[in-house]
């Protein structure tokens, strides 16, 4: 079959690459869908098993740091456009492990980029999207926004390295005319998420009677969005954003850690018939994140105003949501926080 794009989607296998590879091979079935995924610890094809049949989609099990092997794959397949996700998400992680951070963020992220430049004769109709995050402008205070014209300021190994892929994705752009998007979202949440994140580790451990692990006061606030959201907005804007523009994408939507765990805990004590408080009896507060950013908040008006975005999902249902997934999905669960994982959880929180 003849399609309309060929469009590489890396880190496909991930949380929010699976929500997006859905839609796209689900809403697109004109274009070629090629997922690219190391399969590390957060990658895994079964969040991708309702697709995995469909004509247009393909999987490909690569590592965006070897260059060989990209570059020799953009020659053969000759991708329209890429959307790129792939990377080490957890803040956490990089603190203790900044150079996977370096290596796949920032160099996998370059190799990306100049496999494209170097296949694609003509940059008509391509385009090189790159998925960041609003961790790139640091911490706020108890007040403001950030917006696309917010310095950068990062400040974790994580942020960091995120910040650097992004001024190489628009270095690109201004150097080379590269056609390039950037997208920065804040905080997400919903199915397939690993549970090191904070959501679905307060849900798993509610479910399993483990301490819930509250860094520092609690005060720490994050802007939540749900997944799905964050999928249809990468998908718009691929398909009506700027060349060369920089668009926010948030929930507009402010929790105190402390606040949102406390709402979790309700909703979890309803979902497991415990008594009211019951899981609210597990928080314990522990050893704060070094470096911890204080408040994230997202100004995503140029999104709304320009492209008609606007979140869906309000947090009480998609908390509901969230939850009900991790408790009727405990097979998944159960596999994907076996072996490895639980060294992992065990240096993290005894
Ligand atoms: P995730 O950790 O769930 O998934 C990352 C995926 O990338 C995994 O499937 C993993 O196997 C793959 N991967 C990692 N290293 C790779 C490598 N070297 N080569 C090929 N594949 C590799 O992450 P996520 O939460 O889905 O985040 C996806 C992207 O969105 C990231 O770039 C992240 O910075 C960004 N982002 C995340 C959030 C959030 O709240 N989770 C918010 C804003 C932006
Ligand atoms: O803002 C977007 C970013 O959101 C993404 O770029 C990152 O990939 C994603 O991991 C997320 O980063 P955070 O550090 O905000 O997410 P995390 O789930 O790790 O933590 C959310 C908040 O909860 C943060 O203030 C730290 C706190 N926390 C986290 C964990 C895992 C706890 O208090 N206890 C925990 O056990």
């Not at 794009?5 to 697109?28: N, Y």
């Not at 740091?65 to 990209?70: E, N, P, S």
């Not at 990377?87 to 290596?103: G, L, N, W, Y």
């Not at 406390?262 to 909703?267: P, S």
Request: hydrophobic share 35%; net charge negative.
């Amino acid at each position: 079959m003849d399609f309309k794009k060929k469009i590489l989607i890396t880190g496909g296998a991930g949380f929010i690459g699976s929500h997006l590879v859905r839609l796209f091979v689900k809403k697109h079935p004109d274009y070629q869908i090629v997922n690219l995924d190391k399969l590390t610890y957060a990658g895994n094809l079964e969040n991708l098993k309702d697709v995995e049949q469909a004509p247009n989609y393909k999987f490909v099990r690569a590592d965006i740091t070897d260059k060989a092997f990209i570059d020799e794959l953009f020659q053969i397949e000759k991708f329209d456009a890429v959307i790129h996700l792939a990377a080490e998400s957890h803040v956490d992680r990089s603190i203790t492990s900044p150079m996977d951070f370096i290596m796949t963020n920032i160099v996998g992220t370059v190799n990306l980029l100049n496999a494209a430049r170097h296949t694609w004769e003509s940059f008509d109709g391509k385009l090189f999207f790159h998925v960041s995050t609003d961790e790139v402008y640091g911490s706020l205070g108890e007040t403001g926004l950030f917006t696309e014209e917010t310095p950068y300021d990062p400040r974790s190994p994580y942020s960091a390295s995120k910040a650097s892929s992004d001024h190489l994705v628009r270095a690109y752009f201004h150097t080379y005319g590269m056609p390039v998007m950037i997208s920065n979202c804040s905080n997400n949440y919903g199915p397939y998420q690993f549970p090191e994140k904070l959501l679905p580790l307060m849900i798993n451990n509610i479910k399993n009677n483990k301490p819930l692990p509250i860094y520092g006061d609690g005060k720490y606030t994050r802007d939540w969005l749900w997944v799905e959201d964050h999928a249809a907005a990468i998908e718009l804007i691929f398909h009506e954003g700027q060349i060369g523009e920089t668009y926010n994408i948030g929930g507009n939507n402010e929790w105190q850690n402390i606040d949102l765990v406390h709402k979790l805990c309700e909703i979890m004590d309803r979902l497991l018939g415990r008594s009211e408080g019951t899981s609210k009896q597990l928080i314990t507060f522990v050893k704060d994140r070094p470096g911890h950013d204080l408040r994230y908040a997202i100004d995503a008006s140029k999104l709304q105003n320009e492209l008609n975005w606007s979140p869906t999902l309000q947090t009480e249902e998609g908390l509901e949501k969230t939850a009900k997934w991790y408790l009727d999905n405990e097979d998944w669960l159960e596999r994907v926080t076996s072996g490895a994982y639980q060294d992992y959880y065990k240096e993290m929180y005894g």
